[in-house]
């Protein structure tokens, strides 16, 4: 049998095709776990408060019964990528399905729930512009998103009421799990500023906690004016609509979580500038600006860290005109847009870093 040239044996040719199946199958993982969160599978196990087997939760779901075999079939694969776990039952012989750390985090009701953001993330506005990826090599639009859709995310969440109430609540829900870690893990970072604006805050949910955990800080949201609509402040909260490219109201320093990284290099230099301007407004010490995002090419981690990173970058490469970014290439940004140093805390927040940027 001939094989191909670079492939020496029948068993190097069976691996490089089962390496293939894999990769053109692999979205099969995002759709089953997108499947469990709209059947309530990790709620109907969390309410039972123990683990349920195959006909329980059939039950509890109310699974058409000639579409058993099919959950069995769903329940395989999500155990297979470790979002339940199989014991065995309590009374007989049948396996039960119980919990995992990843699936904890997708019961509804739970404080730090990701239940939102994996249905917004797999939600065919974001994955529909992975097919146009390639007509979008050949076009002049700014991202595949662009291509598909005829205007750009923020626009669209402009309009669309229903997608805008979607996007706010997943980033939300990751503005809650990161509160708390932040201020514990991070306290150094804003100890001693009395002023920050946070750029982008969404709803306000880190701002609201940064501001209880430090009593003598005060905090301004700027968000566009479709995020902040009715949205009500505090004595230690305000909200601002308006657009960080025209104007960031003056504080001691200015938070960035996740922001930049949807955002060019050349945006994200106009972006810091006018951070750059908000902070000199301030005539306090201690000023700076601090960015809560990725740094990628450590080649120290490992290469689940690697890979996740690197998904990120491809979903910021199709829905936006942002990328993820080594250390040299914030770096960059940071010397181009006319700060003098910075400092980084790498992977307080798992997979993120906070970086604090000096003028």
């Known amino acids: 049998m001939a094989l191909l040239n670079g492939i020496e044996s029948t068993q190097e040719l069976l691996d490089a095709q089962a390496h293939v199946w894999n990769q053109t199958f692999n979205y099969i993982n995002s759709m089953s776990l997108k499947c469990a969160v709209q059947l309530g ?9 123990a683990p349920l087997t195959l006909s329980q939760l059939a039950d509890v779901l109310s699974i058409n019964k000639t579409k058993s075999d099919g959950l069995f079939r769903l329940m395989r694969i999500l155990v297979q990528s470790k979002f339940f776990d199989k014991v065995k039952a309590l009374s007989g012989e049948e396996e039960a399905y119980c919990l995992t750390r990843a699936s904890r985090l997708l019961v509804r009701d739970e404080p730090l729930s990701m ?5 917004a993330m797999v939600d065919p506005i974001f994955v529909d512009p992975f097919h146009h ?4 090599f050949g076009d002049d639009h700014p991202s595949p998103f662009f291509t598909k859709n005829g205007r750009n ?8 009421q229903s997608f805008n109430q979607l996007f706010n609540e997943a980033m939300a829900t990751d503005a809650r799990l990161v509160t708390g870690i932040l201020v514990q893990e991070c306290k150094q970072v804003f100890e001693g500023l009395e002023t920050m604006v946070d750029v982008g805050g969404g709803t306000g949910i880190v701002a609201r906690g940064v501001a209880a955990a430090f009593p003598g800080l005060k905090c301004v949201v700027l968000d566009l004016p479709h995020v902040v609509a009715g949205l009500e402040g505090s004595e230690k909260l305000s909200f601002v609509g308006g657009d960080m490219f025209e104007f960031i109201p003056h504080a001691n320093a200015v938070f960035l979580k996740w922001i930049l990284h949807d955002w060019s290099d050349e945006e994200c230099v106009s972006i810091l500038k006018k951070c750059k301007e908000a902070i000199a407004g301030s005539n306090k010490n201690g000023k700076k600006v601090i960015i809560v995002d990725m740094i990628v090419g450590d080649e120290r981690e490992e290469d689940k860290t690697t890979e996740t990173k690197l998904l990120f970058d491809s979903m910021m490469m199709a ?12 770096a960059n940004l940071f010397y181009t847009s006319g700060f003098q140093n910075y400092n980084i805390t790498p992977y307080p927040l798992g ?4 970086m604090e940027v000096f003028p």
Do not use: N, Q
Not at 351 to 354: A, D, E, F, G
């Open 41 to 49: 599978i990790p709620d109907a196990i969390h309410r039972h408060g």
């Open 115 to 119: 239940e939102t953001f994996v249905v």
């Open 133 to 136: 990826v390639g007509e979008w």
């Open 153 to 160: 995310v923020w626009d669209y969440a402009g309009v669309e």
């Open 319 to 330: 829905a936006l005109t942002g990328k993820e970014r080594s250390e040299k290439e914030w």
């Open 351 to 354: 997979l993120r870093s906070v």
